[in-house]
């Protein structure tokens, strides 16, 4: 059921009434946010243990999409991370509007091709990174929700050690992941716990040359337990609602020079783990999304 929010310019204590209200307008939620594990796992064995369990689940983590390609990808891994994470529960994604212009609005097709169900989604479309962000820290204090998404375009001052410290403790006081994903900006330091880059791998073909699963390239670059770097090629299984290993050679090989093995296993091309529409405005009024600003 669709439901409104206020836009990025009001204050916060009515963007946090309002959304409220538009979560617990649903008739039943699921178990309090504390029952949940303490950490979200891919589903994948060798990468969970690396991580010791998975992802924190009360803490800010990033994801880099170094250009505005990789977007798409680093996009789909946070929202495929969300569903395991929420299990049931609202998810909140607040989107910068100069990435929208960027990259593309959700498509919200693309989404049960995910495994996700839209309806599930309430989108919050920010008009700067400040209000990204205050609308972050209020998002991640509604215990009805089970994630909170940020996406935002560039290097900016907003954000700094002070407002990632901000995110950092709403997210651990409410016991809710924070996945922030930053387009076309440097690392810069921040409270974030774990700091990846994320890329789209080659899709493994179907029958009739069609794409197969999502595949992303992984790459820790920071992890607050002293983890090295480390580096994974994954798929995206949406039955199982897990990420599966794909072998595809030297992890560090730059996905854009990667050619298919003979016998043409793979596309040859990247294929964006999800479908973008820069135009979405005949989707948006029958999509389910629930649309804020």
């Known amino acids: 059921m669709p439901a409104s929010m206020a836009d990025s310019s009001a204050d916060l204590a009515f963007r946090r009434v309002r959304l409220a209200r538009a979560l617990l307008s649903d008739r039943t939620l699921p178990a309090d946010p504390a029952h949940f594990p303490a950490r979200v796992s891919f589903g994948l064995p060798a990468l969970d243990e690396a991580l010791q369990g998975g992802l924190a689940r009360g803490a800010l983590h990033e994801f880099h999409a170094i250009e505005g390609a990789d977007a798409a990808a680093a996009g789909g891994l946070m929202l495929a991370l969300a569903r395991r994470a929420a299990e049931t529960r609202p998810i909140v994604l607040v989107r910068q509007d100069f990435l929208e212009r960027e990259t593309g609005a959700l498509y919200p097709a693309g989404l049960p091709e995910l495994g996700f169900d839209p309806a599930r989604l309430v989108v919050v479309r920010a008009r700067d990174v400040v209000s990204l962000l205050q609308a972050g820290v209020e998002a991640a204090r509604c215990p009805a929700l089970g994630a909170v998404l940020l996406e935002f ?93 794909r072998h595809a050679g030297p992890a560090a090989q730059n996905y854009r020079h990667d050619r298919p093995q003979s016998g043409g296993a793979s596309l040859s091309r990247a294929v964006p783990a999800l479908p973008a529409d820069r135009d979405p405005a005949d989707e948006r009024a029958d999509s389910g999304l629930r649309q804020a600003g």
């Open 153 to 245: 375009w560039g290097d900016h001052r907003a954000f700094d050690l002070t407002s990632s410290r901000r995110l950092a403790l709403a997210a651990q006081d409410s016991a809710l992941p924070i996945l922030m994903m930053r387009v076309a900006a440097p690392a810069t330091p921040s409270a974030a716990t774990t700091r990846w880059q994320v890329r789209p791998g080659l899709s493994r073909a179907l029958e009739a040359r069609a794409p197969g699963p999502p595949c992303f390239r992984l790459r820790l670059l920071k992890h607050r337990q002293g983890l090295d770097l480390r580096e994974w090629c994954v798929e995206w299984n949406r039955d199982r609602a897990v990420f599966e290993s």
